[in-house]
């Protein structure tokens, strides 16, 4: 399933909330994101009808299973771009967080892989 690259940003946002918090309000996603809530509720709406949110009226947002693997491999992209401009690149700390939440939308899956890999054989 194709995920937008808004929908993408809501899931990380959403997962690493899920992870500092005990329960995920619409109003700590805005917040995070920097939106109006009712930019969030029409969001978590289109997740919530893609299996990825679980949501009753005015209570907290949770992910579902395939919400938490779909954000989980977004935080991988991001994790891993950022860690390659800023590692490899020398990129500041700033703009690589810029970039790599830009570029984690558009990348191919052997280009992560290839820099996953590339990462990897540096640490060894």
């Known amino acids: ?15 690493e ?26 969001a978590i709406g289109v997740l919530r009808e893609s299996g990825f949110v679980e949501q009753e009226k005015y209570s907290e947002i949770t992910l579902t299973d395939e919400g938490i693997r779909a954000a989980k491999a977004v935080l991988k992209r991001h994790s891993t771009l950022k860690q390659f401009l800023t590692d ?11 970039d790599a939440c830009r570029m984690e939308h558009v990348i191919s899956l052997e280009t992560l892989e290839k820099l996953q890999l590339f990462l990897q054989q540096r640490k060894e």
């Open 1 to 15: 399933m194709k995920i937008s690259a808004a929908s993408q940003d809501y899931l990380e946002a959403l997962l």
């Open 17 to 42: 909330l899920s992870e500092e918090e005990h329960s995920v309000r619409s109003i700590d996603v805005a917040k995070r994101i920097g939106v109006s809530r009712a930019s969030v509720n029409k």
């Open 88 to 98: 490899i690149l020398c990129v500041s700390e700033e703009n690589a967080e810029n």
